[in-house]
């Protein structure tokens, strides 16, 4: 009897047990379900979905007229669903129905398989009933409508089973022009150039796409769920494409004749600061030329060009005027352990102005100023240099900007001949750019203008930001320094080593200059020279400045600023005047008589407006209505007065039809036209005796 309890006793503990642990897992799928319910829920879906990102559409970088200089264009990656809902019916008849004519389509447009081998990659897929079957990457948009209109496809997503994923790609439509500075956005690297500055406008906001997992392991778009992205800006350069073209060719084709290594060419608006061209070109490997850096932004030692930032501390403190005298010693100078060369000897040229010595570009005449006036006070040379803004970077819209270096007497390298040396340009490190904002300055009446290369940024076409003209300086120097600088400028190409340079057409001002450049470990044996030219154009009215440095090959056979940089400055100049700033004034006279439209006889009133707007020389008394043939001789107009004899007929041949028609029919003749343009013949010769109520037909060419 006891052992019967016992025994029943475990059983009942068991029990009890057992319900217990079954309460206990009620309790905890009760608190699972609806106290942790959410937070598991959400778990399980994460192992299943994800969210993906959707890149914006990057803004587009535009010249200031309106023209692409970087956009994206979209490119497609062409997937099938196979478990569509109208491809999965039990007999499969949108797919075996579409799959032959599909296939021949597919290979026809793409060229890459057969129609066989397609008919046989999509089977496969369709047999695995495969939801993200990859069919084609990277194809263009023309293609991708294309595909849309193909077999099976054309029924949509639903029914087709067609999906495609847009991706974009970036492109230069311009290609070389301003490559370096508008710069490439490139997924991998870092970005460079307007690219890189911009990025937070052009890039825009990304979005989101939610995609769950099927068989397979692959993500499949859940529809109804995608954050779209939102767009990026636009961003409207200061940049002119024409302008740009030819500041890109003129510097090519310097650096190609003269192998050179690097080069850039600086194209400013003078009362702007507007940056119109800015082209960089290094040597590669094969020889070929490509814009790999932004040369314009490197600091170097500038050479004679740094020359003007002399001239205008000593004339700017009333040392002496360029009329004062200074002692060249034909081109060579000791001081201390060093002499001091001039790039050219000049044989028994000693004391000449300081116009002269600027104008022959004098190291010896510039050194020997400095040293004279500055000797005891260098800091306050230094002093004018920074208020040229000469130890700051410019502050261009462009990441990368070189820290220029202007020694003061605490610097650790500076020495007893760092003060002459500075005087014509080396022992201080400056950017092209910076040289083009001085020589702007001087251009700008003494307004230094802050370089820049954005207008505005937009959306939709319209502004949200905008970029005006910044004044950096009102006034670089006084009125009087400003007066002879400028004739300085002008002497330069007028009489001193630009005058090879020299344009009959209009006038420029500017300087050369030609610096040795050290090479790495070999210091200055390999002789490479720095060439500039620096500028602006027309003198007396300048609306734009230019400034070319090319650095040479070792050795190079041509190196001088005038023979290497100079052209280059001229090329861009004449192209220019022709385009730009000749564009609002009368046709010279000499080459209007050049390329002079064909004459005929004509009113007088009529030609003596026609000569008057276009500036011509005129031979010949001309009444305004009297009838006059007009010819060109000796560069000049010659008109005859016509005659028509009363009673006879006119001659209209190779006139136009308003004056054939005035004159025919105030002679009392019925006129039937016949053509277009000049009269090519009349039916009754001129000179033939009028009858009445006579007729006469004239064809026009």
């Given at each position: 009897m006891e052992?019967?309890?016992?025994?029943?006793?475990?059983?009942?503990?068991?029990?009890?047990?057992?319900?217990?642990?079954?309460?206990?897992?009620?309790?905890?799928?009760?608190?699972?379900?609806?106290?942790?319910?959410n937070y598991w829920r959400s778990m399980a879906d994460s192992l299943h979905t994800r969210y993906v990102t959707l890149d914006a559409d990057r803004g587009t970088i535009y010249s200031e007229e309106g023209r692409m200089l970087s956009t994206s264009i979209p490119y497609f990656d062409v997937r099938v669903d196979f478990a569509a809902d109208g491809l999965t019916d039990k007999n499969g008849k949108i797919f075996k129905d579409n799959v032959d004519s599909l296939s021949i389509c597919l290979s026809k447009t793409?060229?890459?398989?057969?129609?066989?081998?397609?008919?046989?990659?999509?089977?496969?897929?369709?047999?695995?009933?495969?939801?993200?079957?990859?069919?084609?990457?990277?194809?263009?948009?023309?293609?991708?409508?294309?595909?849309?209109?193909?077999p099976m496809f054309r029924l949509g997503k639903n029914k087709g089973g067609l999906i495609a994923e847009t991706k974009n790609k970036r492109i230069n439509p311009f290609k070389l022009l301003a490559n370096r500075t508008i710069g490439l956005s490139r997924q991998n690297a870092q970005n460079v150039g307007l690219e890189r500055t911009y990025d937070n406008y052009l890039s825009g906001t990304t979005g989101k796409r939610l995609m769950r997992r099927i068989a397979g392991g692959t993500f499949v778009p859940v529809e109804g769920y995608d954050i779209e992205p939102e767009n990026g800006h636009d961003v409207i350069t200061t940049l002119d494409v024409n302008m740009q073209d030819i500041v890109e060719t003129a510097l090519m084709n310097m650096m190609v004749a003269n192998e050179a290594e690097n080069g850039t060419c600086i194209l400013m608006e003078v009362k702007t600061g507007k940056i119109?061209?800015?082209?960089?070109?290094?040597?590669?490997?094969?020889?070929?030329?490509?814009?790999?850096?932004?040369?314009?932004?490197?600091?170097?030692?500038?050479?004679?060009?740094?020359?003007?930032?002399?001239?205008?501390?000593?004339?700017?403190?009333?040392?002496?005027?360029?009329?004062?005298?200074?002692?060249?010693?034909?081109?060579?100078?000791?001081?201390?352990?060093r002499t001091v060369f001039d790039s050219e000897p000049h044989p028994g040229q000693t004391n000449v102005t300081i116009k002269h010595a600027f104008e022959l570009s004098s190291n010896v005449g510039m050194a020997k100023l400095a040293y004279q006036f500055y000797n005891k006070k260098p800091n306050d040379f230094v002093w004018h240099l920074r208020k040229l803004r000469l130890d700051k970077p410019?502050?261009?819209?462009?990441?990368?900007?070189?820290?220029?270096?202007?020694?003061?007497?605490?610097?650790?390298?500076?020495?007893?001949?760092?003060?002459?040396?500075?005087?014509?340009?080396?022992?201080?490190?400056?950017?092209?750019?910076?040289?083009?904002m001085l020589y702007n300055a001087v251009a700008n009446n003494g307004k230094m203008m802050k370089p820049y290369l954005v207008n505005s940024i937009n959306e939709y076409g319209k502004p949200v930001k905008s970029f005006e003209p910044e004044v950096l300086l009102d006034s670089i120097c006084s009125s009087n320094t400003l007066t002879q600088v400028k004739a300085m400028l002008e002497g330069v190409v007028m009489n001193g080593t630009a005058r090879s340079l020299w344009s009959p057409y209009y006038s420029f001002a500017g300087k050369t200059g030609t610096a040795l450049v050290a090479n790495a470990n070999r210091g200055y044996a390999d002789k490479i020279y720095q060439s500039s030219f620096a500028g602006y154009f027309p003198a007396k009215d300048p609306q734009f400045t230019c400034v070319v440095v090319i650095k040479n090959?070792?050795?190079?056979?041509?190196?001088?600023?005038?023979?290497?940089?100079?052209?280059?400055?001229?090329?861009?100049?004449?192209?220019?005047?022709a385009i730009a700033v000749e564009k609002q004034r009368p046709m010279r006279a000499n080459?209007?008589?050049?390329?002079?439209?064909?004459?005929?006889?004509?009113?007088?009133?009529d030609w003596k407006e026609i000569t008057n707007t276009l500036d011509l020389p005129v031979e010949g008394e001309v009444n305004n209505n009297n009838w006059v043939s007009a010819k060109v001789t000796d560069k000049k107009v010659n008109f005859a007065q016509v005659t028509q004899a009363k009673g006879s007929v006119p001659n209209v041949t190779g006139?136009?039809?308003?004056?054939?028609?005035?004159?025919?029919?105030?002679?009392?003749?019925?006129?039937?036209?016949?053509?277009?343009?000049?009269?090519?013949n009349q039916s009754i010769p001129g000179g033939t005796q009028l009858e009445k109520n006579q007729t006469i037909v004239i064809e026009l060419s």
């Open positions: 052992v019967k309890k016992d025994i029943l006793w475990r059983v009942y503990l068991c029990f009890i047990g057992m319900v217990l642990f079954g309460v206990a897992i009620l309790i905890k799928v009760f608190f699972l379900q609806n106290v942790e319910g793409f060229q890459d398989h057969t129609p066989r081998e397609y008919k046989t990659l999509l089977q496969e897929g369709y047999k695995n009933k495969d939801r993200y079957f990859l069919l084609k990457r990277d194809i263009s948009f023309t293609q991708y409508q294309q595909v849309r209109q193909f119109k061209a800015i082209a960089n070109l290094g040597r590669q490997p094969d020889g070929s030329y490509f814009e790999d850096m932004n040369y314009a932004l490197r600091a170097t030692e500038p050479g004679s060009t740094f020359k003007l930032a002399t001239v205008i501390s000593v004339l700017d403190d009333k040392y002496a005027t360029m009329n004062n005298m200074v002692n060249l010693q034909e081109g060579k100078w000791q001081i201390g352990r410019t502050g261009i819209d462009l990441v990368g900007e070189d820290q220029p270096v202007i020694k003061t007497t605490a610097s650790k390298t500076w020495s007893a001949t760092s003060l002459p040396w500075m005087a014509f340009g080396y022992e201080v490190l400056i950017s092209p750019l910076q040289t083009c090959k070792p050795h190079a056979v041509k190196f001088y600023g005038a023979s290497v940089a100079g052209p280059v400055f001229r090329e861009v100049a004449d192209k220019l005047y080459l209007m008589l050049d390329t002079l439209l064909a004459f005929k006889n004509s009113k007088g009133r006139m136009g039809l308003k004056d054939a028609l005035y004159l025919l029919e105030n002679a009392g003749l019925r006129v039937v036209v016949r053509g277009a343009g000049k009269v090519t």
